[in-house]
């Protein structure tokens, strides 16, 4: 089996995520080939072959020309799978490259098993096995989902990629990040501070804990009332409706109206020195402790 | 001696024909001041409130003759009472002497202004003009020298002040130099039915006949001429409320406490909803703003007003008059602004006490009316958020329906849709099915009825939200979009559904009062009644346990539906004591969550929930007792956010009750 | 000028799901529906753009499903678009993004519509792949993931939203097509009498089969919900052990702390 992985590229680096894609391959047990749109200094450290299409050329966002350049790769390697990183680089460009070819598309998969992919539905509520019906298919993974064991190491067989025929997008450039006004929806980890912390002047300890698990810190309606916590940090139903990948809540009862801000967290933990909290129905994790001791025990581990 | 006054004695039957003149003159410009006003009525919509006579009149008598509401505020409302009173006898008087003069006497030769009769004429009125006198002083003095906090002064005060005192004071001055000359010397026992006239007409010894005589004729034409420019000017000053004041007791609002237009959403042709501007309200909404007098008792008791924020009742009432004399084109709602109509919870303690009548609470609902269903406009964006949950979900919190009727789990409870024989159809709201805290009072609910033996059924997840926070945020067509639902659902079950009853009092009244509109007729009640009367039928029985408390009437309990005492009795039958908050009854101070605001976040000003928090505090007792879902939610949240915590906690009545039952229970619920 | 915004009704998330009898998609039993969030998204763009150019657009809904679907389409209509295609589907859900993109391609083709708005992906499946297919079917170019939209006279200027907070400006020709990003812009809660209007305006009805014409790329194997957790965790004890186990737990169960 042979799988094509296309990397990405933004602001002259290569990024990170081409090692997931290889994880992923290597579950799939293909041998493996890349296709890069990048520059020479900035290879992946992978000892096979990277098809290498000059970024300076093509430009890092230029869908159809990016398109083009894969298909030239399928044509050479003739791969049984197309494997791009679901992110806003992939899901451009991976339905592009499925509907020239006429293959399936798996988007966002986060295992393999007997008879498919499979995937989340229903915002990670449920899973779905997609089985593909055409022998080649384009895939796009989760971001995450599938980790690199190890340190990649290599250096590859660059060849270079070519393609002629007209861009119909010009890309512009990019805009850096606003400056925070915290937006919590974004976060992948929230560490929410409850009335259970006690005092305002126990914030800072949350917040540290927040810090050292690259975290955002929110709170609870209480502690913005109590204007303890600005307006922005606050998560519920009058605040900030939020989906990370962890929530940890410190303090927190688990009153209907946070609840429904948060419920929707991949993970959550709670910590609360009552064991009957409402908030232990929905965690995943209760630790029944006292916040103002658990948290700082907790950040000192994570510095470690 | 002749027991009898010589009316016109000095100024001679000459005046006659020039006062009536004057007097004519007078009433006409009082006429006409007042037909002009009505035009601006006019650019409101039609109303009949001309219906059931005999009711009106009863409630002017009430409340003009007998002045029951003014009275409400024991201390100005008695001076105000005394004064007219007072000043209404010296009216009557005048008449009585006009009468006799001019008519009665004139063309039959009658006089009923003497012998025993006189002499209580004329102390009645003596009597009369010191107690007005006595009176406007007090006012004064209120006014200009205690000034209480708020109390505006115009211009119309110092004229009002000024003319009232001059008429009653030239009259007293007049009756002493008149009795100084024909009672004084002459007639000394008639002169002791008039004690005040008697003490002005000692100031006047000095004076001869003939100075008196001259005296008495430029006083009696001032005071004439002050008491026609009095009636000219009512219709221009502050003193048009002795007229609109009774006209409005007569406008009076005959319909349930809360009753709103239900908007006829099948009407094609309409292109206006709510209130933009003054024609799309009625015309008793711009006729209000003439019979307020600015006294302020509405704004001194608006939660939203004692909280810092910028709504005052009054001033929106008075705003929508001006804007309608002024500039009859703007834009109400900028006009009053925003903030201003997103702040009101609904209370209803502004209508309550105003002694005049006036209906502050529909216009700022018409107001939001036309924010909601013509600009899309919310109180913030939490508010959205909420609404867009109605929507999907039929919740506020936007949680699976499907899981509504999931807090009966295990309890014996019926569900509707299988069938069962149920006694009560227990229609729990939004809060009892989701909020755990208050799914504890739903719990308690039943568990009290079974214990009396009622069978309890539930709708479930057929159960939507009841429609009230978004009516009352001026969203019509969401609340009658759900309301419908609602209604077709139970009534989907025919007889079997004979009583409704709800722990929320938001759901009680809308259930009772705003689904009659729709087409729901089946009877409501709310569950302290329900189990009040469960007690007195002997269905129920109480272990009774001590406890110390404080009780909130929630307004939609209390001022709404008028229910206070029932829920004090259950309470002191389950071996409560109370100890009330000063403002408490009718007088109860809102929690904060009516008016639909129990969606939206209180940005501006201090925090309702805690103002109340500390006044249940200032009791002393330890447990803070409501009967409402949102109430509960508030106080909770305030007794946090207020740090009271170790000092106060918060409780339903449900609750409560379901703690004593003599029925044995192992189930633990509440304090 | 002529626009087309597509919509797709879906459960409330916050619904519980069961697969249903056959195991391939949820069961609609308790399911509570609205319109899928990234699309309120692009209809409002569409309406805004729609405001923007005055009466000389015409601006086209469309949705596949079942008769449910209807209801969608009315609320859409009543935040401003002028006219609604209900391609009448009760087996929609079985459809892959393929032949989804060919329905709506089918029907958009001779229409000369001058943009399409999508949302980028479904909150039900989120393949994230009906727009791009479409726009490839259709031949006309396409940017994803949408946050800020600009339109004069056939020039469409757009930002991307890229990881970490960073945007991209595109620039690009009409006709094109657009999928939209939540933060492009905040839908508008319908006024009652657009509201009112809405129940006036045109809803055309097209039995599916009459734009179908591909076969599908991919099958749904098994809809089923994921392995159990084994329900919640409760760690009490020592502080210290408690962090430890927090993190052995944190490691194993979650992508954090990797």
């Known amino acids: ?304 | 001696m002749e027991v009898s006054r010589e009316i016109y004695w000095n100024v001679g039957h000459v005046v006659v024909l020039p006062m009536y003149l004057f007097a004519f003159a007078a009433i006409a410009v009082f006429i006409w001041g007042f037909y002009r006003r009505t035009s601006t009525y006019r650019l409101g919509k039609s109303l009949n409130r001309f219906d059931h006579w005999p009711q009106r009149f009863w409630l002017v008598a009430r409340n003009a003759l007998v002045q029951l509401r003014v009275l409400k505020v024991l201390l100005p409302g008695s001076l105000h009472s005394l004064f007219f009173w007072g000043f209404g006898v010296l009216f009557i008087g005048t008449l009585l002497v006009m009468a006799q003069s001019d008519f009665f006497d004139l063309l039959f030769h009658i006089k009923f202004l003497q012998g025993g009769f006189y002499e209580f004429f004329s102390l009645a009125l003596d009597l009369a003009g010191l107690v007005a006198l006595l009176m406007l002083g007090g006012l004064l003095v209120r006014r200009f020298i205690v000034r209480p906090k708020g109390l505006e002064t115009i211009r119309d005060d110092y004229l009002v002040h000024a003319l009232l005192f001059a008429i009653l004071l030239t009259g007293f001055v007049i009756e002493g130099v008149r009795m100084a000359v024909t009672e004084i010397g002459s007639n000394p026992d008639l002169a002791r039915f008039s004690p005040v006239g008697y003490l002005f007409a000692e100031a006047f010894r000095g004076l001869s006949a003939s100075q008196l005589e001259s005296l008495h004729k430029v006083l009696w034409w001032v005071h004439f001429f002050l008491a026609v420019g009095f009636i000219a000017a009512i219709p221009f000053t502050k003193l048009r409320h002795i007229f609109t004041a009774t006209a409005n007791y007569f406008f009076s609002d005959l319909s349930p406490k809360g009753t709103l237009a239900t908007i006829d959403l099948e009407d094609e042709s309409a292109e206006q909803f709510g209130a933009a501007t003054v024609s799309d309200l009625t015309w008793k909404d711009i006729f209000d703003a003439d019979a307020c007098t600015s006294c302020k008792r509405c704004q001194d008791r608006c939660p939203a007003w004692s909280t810092d924020k910028p709504l005052s009742p009054m001033k929106v009432v008075q705003q929508i008059g001006e804007v309608a004399f002024s500039a009859p084109e703007a834009n109400l709602c900028e006009t009053v602004t925003s903030d201003v109509l997103w702040s009101c919870t609904t209370c209803r303690a502004c209508q309550e006490i105003c002694p005049v009548s006036i209906e502050h609470v529909n216009k700022i609902i018409e107001m939001r009316r036309n924010l909601s269903l013509m600009e899309g406009a919310f109180a913030g964006d939490e508010v959205r958020t909420a609404i867009n949950n109605f929507e999907v979900n039929g919740n506020p919190f936007g949680l699976a329906y499907a899981s509504r009727g999931e807090w009966a789990e295990g309890l014996d409870v019926q569900l509707m849709e299988e069938g069962a024989d149920v006694d009560i159809l227990y229609f729990a709201g939004c809060y009892a099915s989701f909020d755990q805290r208050n799914q504890v009072v739903a719990r308690s609910f039943v568990k009290i009825c079974n214990s009396a033996g009622v069978k309890v059924g539930i709708l479930g997840k057929q159960e939507k939200c009841c429609g009230e926070p978004a009516r009352k945020l001026g969203n019509e067509y969401l609340y009658q979009t759900m309301a419908q639902e609602n209604i077709e659902t139970i009534k989907g079950y025919g007889g079997r559904v004979r009583q409704i009853v709800t722990t929320c009092p938001h759901c009680y009244n809308t259930l009772a009062r705003d689904y009659q509109d729709l087409g729901l007729t089946i009877p409501v009640e709310h569950s302290t009644t329900f189990i009040a009367g469960l007690l007195q039928e002997g269905r129920l029985t109480l272990t009774p346990e001590p406890f110390e408390f404080t009780y909130h009437d929630s307004c939609y309990l209390g001022r709404y539906m008028d229910i206070f005492d029932q829920p004090r009795a259950v309470l002191a039958a389950a071996g409560g004591r109370l100890s009330e908050m000063d403002k408490s009854g009718p007088e109860s101070f809102c929690c904060g969550g009516g008016g639909g605001r129990i969606l939206a976040d209180e940005t501006l000003g201090r925090r309702i929930n805690e103002e109340r928090v500390h006044m249940a505090e200032a009791t002393s007792a330890p447990l803070l007792v409501s009967n409402c879902p949102f109430c509960l939610t508030m106080f909770e949240d305030g007794i946090k956010t207020a740090g009271c915590e170790e000092r106060l906690r918060a409780g339903d009545l449900a609750e409560i009750v379901a703690a004593r039952l003599a029925t044995t229970s192992t189930e633990e619920t509440g304090p | 000028m002529k626009i087309l915004v597509c919509i797709k009704q879906v459960p409330d998330m916050e619904s519980r799901f069961k697969p249903d009898g056959a195991g391939l998609w949820f069961s609609e039993q308790d399911l509570a529906f609205r319109v899928n969030e990234y699309d309120e998204y692009a209809v409002e763009e569409a309406v805004q753009l729609r405001e923007q150019l005055g009466d000389a657009v015409d601006l086209t809904v469309l949705s596949i499903g079942p008769d449910r679907v209807v209801e969608a389409l009315k609320k859409v209509l009543a935040m401003g678009c002028d006219r609604a295609v209900h391609v009448q589907d009760p087996q929609a859900a079985l459809k892959d993004p393929w032949q989804i993109a060919a329905i709506i391609a089918a029907f958009a083709r001779d229409k000369g519509f001058e943009l399409i708005f999508t949302g980028m992906q479904s909150q039900d499946r989120g393949s994230a792949q009906v727009g791009v297919a479409l726009a490839e079917q259709l031949g006309i170019p396409s940017v994803t993931t949408i946050v800020a939209f600009d339109y004069a006279d056939g020039a469409v200027t757009v930002k991307r939203e890229l990881e970490g907070g960073i945007k991209g400006v595109v620039k690009l020709s009409a006709p094109a097509l657009l999928t939209c990003q939540s933060g492009l812009n905040v839908p508008r809660y319908p006024t009652l009498p657009n509201i009112m209007k809405a129940k006036r305006k045109e809803l055309l009805t097209v039995p599916v089969a009459e734009l179908l014409h591909e076969e599908a790329l991919a099958t749904t194997a098994s809809f089923h919900p994921p392995a159990k957790k084994g329900g919640g965790i409760v760690l009490e004890g020592d502080v210290a052990e408690m962090a430890d186990q927090l993190i052995a737990i944190l490691k194993e169960k979650t992508t954090i702390l990797r």
């Open chain 1, 1 to 304: 089996m042979k799988a094509l992985l296309i990397c990405e590229y933004r602001e002259g680096q290569l990024l990170e995520s081409t090692y997931e894609l290889l994880a992923f391959a290597g579950q799939l047990g293909a041998d493996t080939a890349m296709v890069l749109v990048g520059d020479a200094a900035n290879t992946p450290r992978y000892g096979g072959k990277v098809y290498l299409a000059d970024a300076a050329t093509y430009g890092e966002y230029n869908p159809a020309v990016h398109k083009g350049l894969v298909l030239a790769a399928v044509e050479k390697e003739s791969p049984d799978y197309i494997i791009f990183q679901h992110s806003s680089y992939g899901w451009d460009l991976a339905p592009r490259v499925a509907a020239a070819l006429k293959s399936a598309q798996v988007s966002e998969v986060i295992g393999i098993v007997d008879g498919g992919f499979e995937t989340g539905a229903c915002n990670g509520k449920m899973r779905r096995t997609v089985k593909p019906a055409t022998a080649r298919v384009v895939l796009t993974i989760q971001a995450g989902a599938f980790t690199f064991e190890g340190e990649p190491q290599g250096t590859p067989q660059v060849e270079k990629l070519d393609f002629e025929g007209p861009a119909n997008v010009q890309f512009v450039g990019y805009e850096p990040a606003e400056a925070k006004e915290v937006d919590l929806t974004r976060a992948e980890v929230i560490v929410s501070a409850g009335r259970g912390i006690g005092k305002q002047d126990n914030v800072p300890v949350i917040a540290a804990l927040a810090k050292a698990i690259s975290g955002e810190l929110g709170a609870s309606r209480p502690v913005v009332d109590a204007g303890w916590v600005e307006h922005s940090r606050q998560v519920g139903i009058t605040g900030q409706t939020v989906s990370p990948k962890l929530y940890i809540a410190c303090g927190i009862s688990g009153a209907i109206q946070h609840l429904a801000g948060m419920k929707k967290s991949d993970f959550i933990v709670a910590i609360n020195k009552d064991k009957d909290a409402p908030i232990g129905e929905t965690a995943d994790v209760l630790v029944v402790a006292d916040v103002m001791k658990f948290a700082p025990a907790l950040t000192a581990k994570l510095q470690r």
